[in-house]
């Protein structure tokens, strides 16, 4: 499996960062955002790394569904299926990505107003 030797996430696969875990199967792990920016805020991971979600092609296409089955069951497991959710990932700069490991935010629990912030 792909890691990284610096990167935050491989770390939390790996277990040597603590995370609280809401899902996890064989290819990827579901835990609690430390910082939520709603009321239910889950990231989802692939154990595997890559950077973003721009690294990833049709040859990971297992993996990208495998990332959305997992936001799936997240919403389920949090009781926000019925009410409805977001999923994001930050991809690059102007996203604001801070952690280089392709992870989907989800969020939910709340009114989660207009997709993104507007312009300028
Ligand atoms: P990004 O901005 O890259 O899309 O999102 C990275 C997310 O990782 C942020 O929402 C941030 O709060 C979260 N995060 C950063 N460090 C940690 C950590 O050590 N543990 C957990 N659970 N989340 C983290
Ligand atoms: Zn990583």
């Known amino acids: 499996m792909a890691t990284a030797s610096d990167c935050l996430f491989c770390k939390i696969v790996a277990g040597e960062i603590p995370n609280d875990t809401v899902h996890e199967t064989d290819t990827v792990l579901a835990f609690r955002d430390i910082t939520p920016r709603a009321n239910v805020h889950v990231l989802v991971i692939p154990k595997a790394h ?68 507007g312009r300028g």
């Open 50 to 117: 890559q950077d973003t979600l721009a690294q990833m092609s049709a040859e990971d296409a297992d993996s990208v569904a495998e990332l959305f089955t997992a936001a799936g069951e997240v919403a389920r497991l949090e009781g926000i299926d019925e009410s409805g959710y977001r999923v994001v990932s930050n991809v690059g700069p102007d996203a604001g990505q801070e952690v280089f490991h392709v992870h989907v935010h989800v969020l939910g629990g709340q009114n989660l107003g207009p997709v993104a912030a």
